[in-house]
C-alpha cells in the first residue's frame, strides 16, 4: 500500500465513481434498441410500419366489385383507382355493411380533372364548366366507371382546349384543325393508340403562305424555295400561335 | 468376437423421453421459419424504394395531396404538407411564377390575363428520401435515419423538436406538427409498402403521375419510366442523391 501515492486513491475513487455514474446513465437513457441498426432507435422503424391505412388500394375493391372492375377495364378510367373518386374506404373494406364509401354524384366531383386549366397536359379532356351543360350532373350523359360518351366528342377542343384556346386568340383562329392535321375516325373513340398525324411537309403551310397560294391578300408569304433554307416551317413557328404578339 | 453393448427397454424409454422436449424444440424452428417464408414476411434489406413522378402526365388536381393528408392524418390547415403539388408558369423572360394555394388541393385557379406565359406545368413535390439526407446528418439525437429499405423516416417518441432538419431540408419537405411538435414528413406511406400497398398518392393519382416501386426490380413501372424518360432529380448539385425522379423536368424545376 505504501507505494501508492496518497493523492491517488481519492482519484482513483472519483474515475471509478463517474465511470459508474456514465454506465448507469447510458443504461437507463440510452433507449432499448437504439444503435441495433444505426444512429437511431431500430424500434422507431416497426413503430411506423404499424400505423393503420385509411387507403384500401384497389385490390381491396376488386375482391367483392369486380363487375364494375370488369366495367371499368373497357373504358378511360381503367388506370384509376377507386378511392381516387370513392375516398379512403380501409373501414369499408373492413366492415361493408357498418361504414359506406362515399358515392359522388355532383359536378365538383369531376372537375377537379376534368375542369379547363391551362397547365394540364393537352390530350387530357377538359371542359369549361360553364359552358358545358351548366347545372347538369355528368353522370345524366357519362357513366363515371366507363366515362366514354354516348357519341365521341367530334370538336378537338374536348380533349386539347390548351392548344385551342391558344390557337382561338392567334392569327390562325379561323383554321380548322384538320387544315394540317389528318384526324382517322378511330382517333376519336381511341386517342392513345390511333393519333392524329402532324404535318410531314412545308407544303401544308405553304396552301395559305406560298406566293403562288390561293388565299386571301392579307395573310403574309414567303418564298417557299428559299425562306428558312433547310428548316421545316415548325422549327421556328409555332402554328398554334404563330408569332402573335410580335 | 465382441460382445454386442445392450440396452434394456427401460433404460432406452427413459432416455428416449428425456429427449422428447429437444427433438421437438428442434423440429418446430425450421416449421416457424416455414411459415414466415410463405407468409413473406418483411424484410427491410431488401427492398429499396425510390419514386417516379412524370411531369407531362400530372393534371393539376391535388388527389394525391388530399390523400396524403387523410391517410396520415396531416393537419388540414395550409402550410402542412407532405406533399403538395406545384404549378410552374414559365413567362417569355425571367424566372418560372410558382404557386400552390393549399398544396393544389382545391384546385389552381386561373391568374387572370396573361399574355407572357410560354408554358405552364404542375410539379408534384415531396420528400425526396435522400441517399445522402442532410436532414439525417444535422438531427442531434438521432430521431430521423435511413431505415434499411432507403426511406427517411422520424422517431416521433424520440425528436425533440429541435427544427434543425427542417432548416436542412433543400427541398422544404418537412414541417414542425402543430400538436405533437415533432418534425413530420413524408415516409412514402411506410406502413402501407411494408404491407405490399402503394403509398396514398401514388394509389389515388388519376394519370398515373406518380410511379412507385423498388430500385432493385428489372421489370416494373418505375423502371419503364426511367427508361425511356430524360430524368432528372432535383437540386442534383448539392449531392443528396434523391430518390424522387422527375420525367419531363427542365431546369427550372427546383
Known sequence: ?246 | MKERPTMHRREFLRNFSRKIPTVLTLATIPIHKLAAAVEGEYKASDHAYAMGVDIHKCIGCGKCADACKTENKVPREPHFFRTWVERYVVPDEGPARVDSPNGGINGFPEQGEQNDVLRQFFVPKLCNHCQNAPCVQVCPVGATFTSEDGVVLVDDTYCVGCRYCIQACPYGARYLHPTKHVADKCTFCYHRITDGLLPACVEVCPNQARVFGELGQRSSPLRRLLRFNDIIVLKPGLNTEPKVFYAGADGEVR
Not at chain 1, 381503367?78 to 357498418?98: K, M, R, V, W, Y
Not at chain 1, 382546349?161 to 384543325?177: F, G, Y
Open chain 1, 1 to 246: 500500500m505504501s507505494r501508492i501515492p496518497q493523492q491517488v486513491i481519492p482519484l482513483v475513487v472519483i474515475f471509478t465513481l463517474a465511470l459508474a455514474a456514465l454506465i448507469v446513465g447510458r443504461q437507463l437513457l440510452v433507449p432499448e434498441s437504439f444503435g441495433d441498426l444505426g444512429h437511431y432507435r431500430a424500434d422507431a422503424v416497426g413503430e411506423v410500419a404499424a400505423l393503420d391505412i385509411s387507403y384500401a388500394g384497389a385490390q381491396a375493391c376488386l375482391d367483392c366489385h369486380e363487375d364494375i372492375y370488369d366495367t371499368k377495364q373497357e373504358g378511360h378510367h381503367q388506370g384509376l383507382s377507386c378511392e381516387t373518386c370513392h375516398g379512403p374506404a380501409a373501414n369499408h373494406a373492413e366492415a361493408p355493411d357498418e361504414f359506406l364509401p362515399l358515392v359522388p354524384r355532383g359536378r365538383d366531383y369531376c372537375t377537379p380533372c376534368h375542369g379547363y386549366n391551362p397547365a394540364r397536359p393537352s390530350g387530357f379532356p377538359q371542359i369549361i364548366e360553364e359552358n358545358h351543360n351548366p347545372g347538369e350532373s355528368c353522370l345524366t350523359c357519362h357513366n363515371s366507371h366507363n366515362p366514354a360518351t354516348p357519341e365521341s366528342p367530334q370538336e378537338c377542343a374536348a380533349c386539347h382546349r390548351p392548344i385551342v384556346n391558344q390557337k382561338l386568340v392567334s392569327h390562325h383562329t379561323n383554321v380548322e384543325c384538320t387544315t394540317c392535321h389528318t384526324v382517322p375516325d378511330e382517333h376519336m373513340s381511341n386517342p392513345r393508340l390511333v393519333r392524329a398525324k402532324r404535318p410531314t411537309e412545308p407544303e401544308t403551310c405553304g396552301q395559305c403562305h406560298s406566293r403562288s397560294a390561293n388565299s386571301s391578300k392579307n395573310i403574309p408569304r414567303i418564298d417557299m424555295q428559299t425562306h428558312g433554307n433547310r428548316y421545316n416551317c415548325w422549327d421556328c413557328h409555332y402554328p398554334h400561335s404563330p408569332e402573335a404578339n410580335r
